[in-house]
Every structure is written in structure tokens, then in C-alpha cells.
């Protein structure tokens, strides 16, 4: 774990920064086993607040892990939740309340009576009372000792969204847009994600004796930061714990990037310039400065807090070519490597060739918006493309999609010559509307409709493929199973799914892997598929396949590589960028991230461009996990 030091003048709140949130989740555990304990000596209860969403879960697993093995009781434990949604009742499946539950109260020891959460489903006029009586509960207990957080995309503490004033306390509050996109895996589709909410206010938040505000991933880099070192901002309702006198950002390394001292160190410290750093100093400074690369002098370095890496490896214009002729070097149209070339500067190896190339979609539309153009590519160079799509996906399809399938397919088998000898389709249609209307709006899917949500998938990934020229029998199905037993922000990964993936790979012994995961957080559907390859790939480093293989990781809906990370660049034209949009319109419900995955790929090309490279109309970009052998 590292802790500010340089990094003071720039944090305006405690950080630590961990390798992982599971040693971070650890960490805020056995804090809290202690304050159980010493409090259970003087016989005082302790006061919890609790969050949801998919950051508390691991921190939630060690709580549960001390209850089991080390029998910690939390009998003394009284707890108050952050927030509810409303218009949900206690026992749907999204409400904060069925969370807790299934996450945390299910497994530990804590009295019913101890738990609080806002109630969501009380009429409009009791609203008001009600947050004002939890306001009383919670100082008639005596405050809360420790208060986690999570913190959502526009900066949010609880369901603070953007213009919570600092003195704001628990009421009722509209939902922000982008808060909505991202709950819209949770209710399939946007339109389904409740408008309002209940939460505790900033000023509620800052009443607690002590917070500590928890985020994991790249993709919460950025309002990390913002946080941490912006100014405080009824913008950014995170931004106020900056004023609390024990306010602490528990965060790991990836939500750490784009702090100072992550992102700049030079600003911040001595720094030991390895060949990666150096690339990204000098690639941020020609960025900033909008001047290409061979265009930088001496004076720019000093102006910018580097001349110390110009002490250490100028003169400038010396440093500027072996930069650019980096960058330029991860730029191929061979994503395979190119077939009787020499391969010295190239990033993939140009043999074996063809090569057997496995493309891991964590849900079935994942590799066509990460890395459509590449997968044309490696079809158009003749290698020997796999698509893997390793979970079924069904939970994110919208009831309107499985509707329209089960009505064509009742009045396709009602209309046909010889109806009877269609009546098994007929049956499974109309069971199938039937279902869907008895469960309504927000409720669960049965197993059946999980499955044909999962088909329609599957039929939405064959005709996207089929625009790139994919072969039908070129794409597997895995339909792992921790997916199917799961929901969003609770996946939890099996043995059985590591040994499905384990199978697959010994028996493909692919010479590349495309996969992708790195930047979502832990819990997410392609955060749980990259820890298991990862895993799987290790137990099978031994075998002579593995270790001839290249992993290429690749971004899809989530924070983009930026230029000093890349390391093979694969450029589309106009006509192989309609491609890819055109093989993404057979998705009935990409997320409007996902739509935009064309302006990602432009904006990289325009980092090139901006670089003094060649200016092409979109990338792709890749990161190299694994050596390739010498
Ligand atoms: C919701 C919750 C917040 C939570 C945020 C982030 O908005 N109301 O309390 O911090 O989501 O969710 P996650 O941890 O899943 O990224």
C-alpha cells in the first residue's frame, strides 16, 4: 500500500492507494473487526453507515469471512444504508434492501431491528416524514462512527447527485442521466431504471464520525481524482469529504491513475525513468502543449517539470526520435503480424502464420465494439478466428426484445399450412409472453426467458459477426455459468467457470488472445471473465502453446488505452469503420457507451495525428500482456 507523501500538495483528503481492492477491503475489514471489539468491551453498540452497488462487495465478503472464521459477532452492530431507490419495494431483486440481504445481513449475526435502510416504496406524502425520522434514528443512536462510500460517475456520494448542497439532508431526489445509463444493466434498458431515489444528504454524510470512501477501476480514475484534488464543488459531492477532519479515499491502482502522483509524477517527485514513463511524459507534454513530438526543443522539457528526464536521456531532439519511432512502431495493419517480413519492430510476430487468434467477449457484443476492425482484419489476412463469447449476456436484453421475438414466433406457428404440427412452438410462445407479462416491469426473468433473452444474444452476435465475415461455427458459446447464477454487481466466479475456459484453450492452443477486463471494475461481467483467464492462462503457462501465445488486452465501452500505453495500434479506413458500425446495428441493446465506440476509435486517431504521426480516420489500440518469446 503506498500513502501520500510528495503527493500532499496536490491530495486534499487521506488516500492510500492498494495493489488490489480485495487487500484494500481487508484492510477496512479488520478495522472495523477492532472497533467491534473494543466497543464490545465497554458495551456500546457500534454504528455503521452502508453503501451498495458493486464497490462494497468485496469489503462486504471479509466482513462475512470474520464472522465465519473468526466469529466475529455483530450483534453490537447497528447499520443505516446510504440510500434506496423509489418505487421499488424491500423485495425486488435491484432494491438496496434485497442487496444488503443477499451480500451482507443474510450472513452475519446482526439483530433485524438493527438494520436500516429508506424505505422506496411509501406513498409521495409520507415521503418527507420518513426521511426525517431516519435523520432522528440516526442521531438518537448517537451518530454514525463510520460511514463507507462508493462513489458513482458525476461525483456522487449516496445518490448526491450533482448540485447536493453541503447542508443537504435525507430526502427524495431525481436520478441523474448518467447515473441512469450506468444502472441500466441492472433494470435491462434504461427506461426501466427507477427516476427517483431516497437518500441520506451530503450534510448527513458529513455528520459521521469517520468516512471511508472506496473505488475501484480505471473507469473511476478520472471523478477519482476529481474528488481528491479538485475543488470542492457542489458539482462533485464526493469533493466534500476534502472538508471532514477523517475523511479517507480507499482506492486501488486503477482508480489511482489519474492522480498526480500516478498520472505526473514528475510534478510530484524523483522519478525513475523507465522506458514506459519516459513515453508517457513525453507524450502528455506534446499532447498538452499540442506541438508533434520531433517538434519539442529543449526549453519545452524545462517548462514542463522535465528536465530532469532531458538530463538523464536528452539532448531533446535525440529523445523526441526515439519517442516517435516508438509510437510509430505500434502502428500495424498486420494485428496477426505480416507473413514474411521481418518482425524486429513490428508487434506481433510474423509466424507462425496463420495463426489461430481467440477473441474473449465477456457478453456477446463486447469484441465486436472493442475491436470490430481488427477482427476484419484477421479474417481479411486469413487467420483462424475464434469468438468467444463467454457468458450469455441475457440479463442486459430488455423485455421489449424478447416480446417481439415471442410474437413472431405465436403468429409465425399460428399462420403456418399445418398449425398442429407446430403446437410445441406455439406452447413455448405463448408461455413465454405469458411469463413476461406476469412478472411485469422490474421483475426478475424466469429461467426460461433468461434463456431466450441469452438466444437472441446469440442470434445478435452471428449477424454482427457475419458482417465481418465470421463463420457461423467460428463462435463459441461458453455460457459460463457464474453468469447465469448471478446478477450485476454481485457476479461471483466458480470453479467450474475457470475449468470450462481451461478445456477451451487447451484445446484451441490459440497463438493469440484477444480479451478485455482491465479497466472495469472487479466485479463487473468483464472484470470477473479477465481474472478467470488470467488465472486459467497461469495454471497453463507450462504447456509449450501458452507460453508461445500473445495476450492482447482491448478496450471496448470503458476508458479508452491513452497513447503512451498502446502497443499495437491497428488503423481502420472510412469503409472499415462503416463496417463495424454496420456489424454493431444488428445489436438490439447497446448501451449509448457502446454506440459511441466509433468517436473512441476516432479520438485515438487523433491522439496519433496530434503525435506527428500519420492521420488515419479511427484506431483500435491494444496493450501487450504477456512477453512475446525471443
Ligand atoms: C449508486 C449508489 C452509490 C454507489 C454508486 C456506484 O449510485 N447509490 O452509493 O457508490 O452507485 O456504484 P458501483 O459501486 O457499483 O460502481
Given at each position: 500500500?503506498?500513502?501520500?507523501?510528495h503527493?500532499?500538495?496536490?491530495?486534499?483528503?487521506?488516500?492510500?492507494?492498494?495493489?488490489?481492492?480485495a487487500?484494500?477491503?481487508?484492510?477496512?475489514?479488520?478495522?472495523?473487526?477492532?472497533?467491534?471489539?473494543?466497543?464490545?468491551?465497554?458495551?456500546?453498540?457500534?454504528?455503521?453507515?452502508?453503501?451498495?452497488?458493486?464497490?462494497?462487495v468485496?469489503?462486504?465478503?471479509?466482513?462475512?469471512?470474520?464472522?465465519?472464521?473468526?466469529?466475529?459477532?455483530?450483534?453490537?452492530?447497528?447499520?443505516?444504508?446510504l440510500?434506496?431507490?423509489?418505487?421499488?419495494?424491500a423485495?425486488?431483486?435491484?432494491?438496496?434492501?434485497?442487496?444488503?440481504?443477499?451480500?451482507?445481513?443474510?450472513h452475519?449475526?446482526?439483530?433485524?431491528?438493527?438494520i436500516?435502510?429508506?424505505?422506496?416504496?411509501?406513498?409521495?406524502?409520507?415521503?418527507?416524514?420518513?426521511?426525517?425520522?431516519?435523520?432522528e434514528?440516526?442521531?438518537?443512536?448517537?451518530?454514525?462512527?463510520?460511514?463507507?462510500?462508493?462513489?458513482?460517475?458525476?461525483?456522487?456520494?449516496?445518490?448526491?447527485?450533482?448540485g447536493?448542497?453541503?447542508?443537504?439532508?435525507?430526502?427524495?431526489?431525481?436520478?441523474?442521466?448518467?447515473?441512469?445509463?450506468?444502472?441500466?444493466?441492472?433494470?435491462?434498458?434504461?427506461?426501466?431504471?427507477?427516476?427517483?431515489?431516497?437518500?441520506m444528504?451530503?450534510g448527513?454524510?458529513?455528520?459521521?464520525?469517520?468516512?471511508?470512501?472506496m473505488?475501484?477501476?480505471?473507469?473511476?480514475?478520472?471523478i477519482?481524482a476529481?474528488?481528491?484534488?479538485?475543488?470542492?464543488?457542489?458539482?462533485?459531492?464526493?469533493?466534500f469529504?476534502?472538508?471532514?477532519?477523517d475523511?479517507?479515499?480507499?482506492?486501488?491502482?486503477?482508480?489511482a491513475?489519474?492522480?498526480?502522483?500516478?498520472?505526473?509524477?514528475?510534478?510530484?517527485g524523483?522519478?525513475?525513468?523507465?522506458?514506459?514513463?519516459?513515453?508517457?511524459?513525453?507524450?502528455?507534454?506534446?499532447?498538452?502543449?499540442?506541438?508533434?513530438?520531433?517538434?519539442?526543443?529543449?526549453?519545452?522539457?524545462n517548462e514542463?517539470?522535465?528536465?530532469d528526464?532531458l538530463?538523464?536521456?536528452?539532448?531533446?531532439?535525440?529523445?523526441?526520435?526515439?519517442?516517435?519511432?516508438?509510437?510509430?512502431?505500434t502502428?500495424?495493419?498486420?494485428?496477426?503480424?505480416?507473413?514474411?517480413?521481418?518482425?524486429?519492430?513490428?508487434?506481433?510476430?510474423?509466424?507462425?502464420?496463420?495463426?489461430?487468434?481467440?477473441?474473449?467477449?465477456?457478453?456477446?457484443?463486447?469484441?465486436?465494439?472493442?475491436?470490430?476492425?481488427?477482427?476484419?482484419?484477421?479474417?481479411e489476412?486469413?487467420?483462424?478466428?475464434?469468438?468467444?463469447?463467454?457468458?450469455?449476456?441475457?440479463?442486459?436484453?430488455?423485455?421489449?426484445?424478447?416480446?417481439?421475438?415471442?410474437?413472431?414466433?405465436?403468429?409465425?406457428?399460428?399462420?403456418?399450412?399445418?398449425?398442429?404440427?407446430?403446437?410445441?412452438?406455439?406452447?413455448?410462445?405463448?408461455?413465454?409472453?405469458?411469463?413476461?407479462?406476469?412478472?411485469?416491469?422490474?421483475?426478475?426473468?424466469?429461467?426460461?426467458?433468461?434463456?431466450?433473452?441469452?438466444?437472441?444474444?446469440?442470434?445478435?452476435?452471428?449477424?454482427?459477426?457475419?458482417?465481418?465475415?465470421?463463420?457461423?461455427?467460428?463462435?463459441?458459446?461458453?455460457?459460463?455459468?457464474?453468469?447465469?447464477?448471478?446478477?450485476?454487481?454481485?457476479?461471483?466466479?466458480?470453479?467450474?467457470?475457470?475449468?470450462?475456459?481451461?478445456?477451451?484453450?487447451?484445446?484451441?492452443?490459440?497463438?493469440?488472445?484477444?480479451?478485455?477486463?482491465?479497466?472495469?471494475?472487479?466485479?463487473?461481467?468483464?472484470?470477473?471473465?479477465?481474472?478467470?483467464?488470467?488465472?486459467?492462462?497461469?495454471?497453463?503457462?507450462?504447456e509449450?502453446?501458452?507460453?508461445a501465445?500473445?495476450?492482447?488486452?482491448y478496450?471496448?465501452?470503458?476508458?479508452?488505452?491513452?497513447?503512451?500505453?498502446?502497443?499495437?495500434?491497428?488503423?481502420?479506413?472510412?469503409?472499415?469503420?462503416?463496417?463495424?458500425l454496420?456489424?454493431?446495428?444488428?445489436?438490439?441493446?447497446?448501451?449509448?457507451?457502446?454506440?459511441?465506440?466509433?468517436d473512441?476509435?476516432?479520438?485515438?486517431?487523433?491522439?496519433?495525428?496530434?503525435?506527428?504521426?500519420?492521420?488515419?480516420?479511427?484506431?483500435?489500440?491494444?496493450?501487450?500482456?504477456?512477453?512475446?518469446?525471443?
Amino acid at each position: 500500500m503506498s500513502d501520500r507523501s510528495h503527493a500532499e500538495a496536490y491530495e486534499k483528503v487521506h488516500t492510500s492507494i492498494f495493489p488490489s481492492s480485495a487487500e484494500a477491503a481487508k484492510a477496512l475489514a479488520a478495522e472495523i473487526r477492532d472497533l467491534i471489539l473494543e466497543r464490545e468491551k465497554s458495551g456500546k453498540p457500534v454504528v455503521l453507515g452502508m453503501a451498495t452497488g458493486s464497490t462494497p462487495v468485496p469489503f462486504y465478503r471479509e466482513l462475512i469471512r470474520l464472522h465465519e472464521q473468526e466469529k466475529l459477532s455483530f450483534k453490537n452492530v447497528i447499520t443505516f444504508n446510504l440510500d434506496e431507490y423509489y418505487g421499488l419495494n424491500a423485495d425486488h431483486p435491484e432494491s438496496y434492501a434485497c442487496f444488503m440481504r443477499e451480500q451482507l445481513f443474510d450472513h452475519i449475526d446482526i439483530p433485524a431491528e438493527n438494520i436500516n435502510i429508506p424505505c422506496g416504496s411509501l406513498p409521495r406524502e409520507q415521503v418527507f416524514a420518513h426521511c426525517r425520522e431516519y435523520e432522528e434514528k440516526i442521531d438518537a443512536v448517537g451518530g454514525i462512527d463510520l460511514q463507507i462510500l462508493g462513489i458513482g460517475r458525476t461525483g456522487h456520494i449516496g445518490f448526491n447527485e450533482p448540485g447536493s448542497s453541503r447542508e443537504s439532508l435525507t430526502r427524495r431526489i431525481t436520478l441523474d442521466r448518467i447515473t441512469r445509463q450506468d444502472a441500466a444493466a441492472d433494470f435491462r434498458g434504461e427506461e426501466n431504471v427507477p427516476r427517483f431515489a431516497i437518500t441520506m444528504g451530503v450534510g448527513t454524510i458529513l455528520r459521521a464520525r469517520k468516512l471511508v470512501l472506496m473505488a475501484w477501476g480505471e473507469n473511476k480514475a478520472a471523478i477519482t481524482a476529481k474528488a481528491i484534488e479538485g475543488p470542492v464543488t457542489e458539482a462533485i459531492s464526493a469533493s466534500f469529504l476534502q472538508d471532514h477532519p477523517d475523511a479517507r479515499f480507499f482506492i486501488d491502482t486503477g482508480a489511482a491513475r489519474e492522480l498526480t502522483r500516478i498520472k505526473l509524477p514528475w510534478l510530484v517527485g524523483p522519478v525513475s525513468w523507465t522506458p514506459r514513463e519516459t513515453r508517457r511524459a513525453v507524450v502528455w507534454q506534446s499532447l498538452q502543449i499540442k506541438r508533434p513530438v520531433l517538434k519539442l526543443i529543449d526549453e519545452d522539457y524545462n517548462e514542463h517539470g522535465l528536465s530532469d528526464l532531458l538530463s538523464e536521456q536528452g539532448p531533446g531532439y535525440q529523445l523526441n526520435i526515439r519517442i516517435f519511432n516508438q509510437l510509430q512502431h505500434t502502428i500495424t495493419g498486420w494485428p496477426g503480424g505480416k507473413p514474411e517480413e521481418e518482425d524486429t519492430y513490428r508487434p506481433e510476430r510474423a509466424k507462425p502464420y496463420p495463426k489461430r487468434s481467440l477473441i474473449f467477449s465477456p457478453e456477446p457484443q463486447d469484441a465486436i465494439v472493442g475491436m470490430g476492425g481488427t477482427i476484419d482484419r484477421l479474417i481479411e489476412q486469413g487467420h483462424d478466428v475464434w469468438v468467444i463469447s463467454m457468458t450469455s449476456g441475457s440479463l442486459r436484453v430488455p423485455d421489449s426484445e424478447a416480446y417481439k421475438f415471442a410474437s413472431t414466433l405465436a403468429e409465425l406457428a399460428g399462420n403456418l399450412s399445418n398449425p398442429a404440427a407446430w403446437t410445441t412452438q406455439t406452447t413455448y410462445a405463448r408461455e413465454a409472453l405469458r411469463q413476461l407479462d406476469e412478472k411485469g416491469e422490474f421483475g426478475e426473468d424466469t429461467p426460461m426467458l433468461r434463456q431466450l433473452k441469452g438466444l437472441i444474444l446469440r442470434g445478435e452476435l452471428r449477424d454482427a459477426a457475419h458482417a465481418l465475415n465470421v463463420l457461423r461455427q467460428q463462435i463459441v458459446f461458453l455460457n459460463l455459468p457464474y453468469y447465469e447464477h448471478g446478477r450485476y454487481r454481485r457476479f461471483k466466479a466458480t470453479p467450474a467457470d475457470a475449468e470450462m475456459l481451461k478445456k477451451l484453450l487447451q484445446e484451441k492452443k490459440p497463438h493469440q488472445i484477444y480479451a478485455t477486463g482491465d479497466a472495469a471494475d472487479p466485479s463487473s461481467v468483464a472484470g470477473i471473465g479477465y481474472k478467470l483467464l488470467e488465472q486459467v492462462l497461469s495454471d497453463l503457462r507450462g504447456e509449450e502453446w501458452a507460453s508461445a501465445c500473445t495476450l492482447w488486452l482491448y478496450r471496448g465501452k470503458e476508458k479508452p488505452f491513452e497513447p503512451h500505453e498502446i502497443d499495437m495500434a491497428v488503423p481502420m479506413s472510412p469503409l472499415q469503420l462503416d463496417r463495424k458500425l454496420r456489424a454493431l446495428s444488428r445489436y438490439g441493446s447497446l448501451t449509448s457507451l457502446e454506440k459511441s465506440t466509433a468517436d473512441i476509435n476516432r479520438a485515438t486517431a487523433g491522439h496519433y495525428d496530434a503525435l506527428g504521426l500519420a492521420e488515419y480516420e479511427a484506431i483500435e489500440s491494444f496493450q501487450r500482456r504477456t512477453r512475446q518469446p525471443q
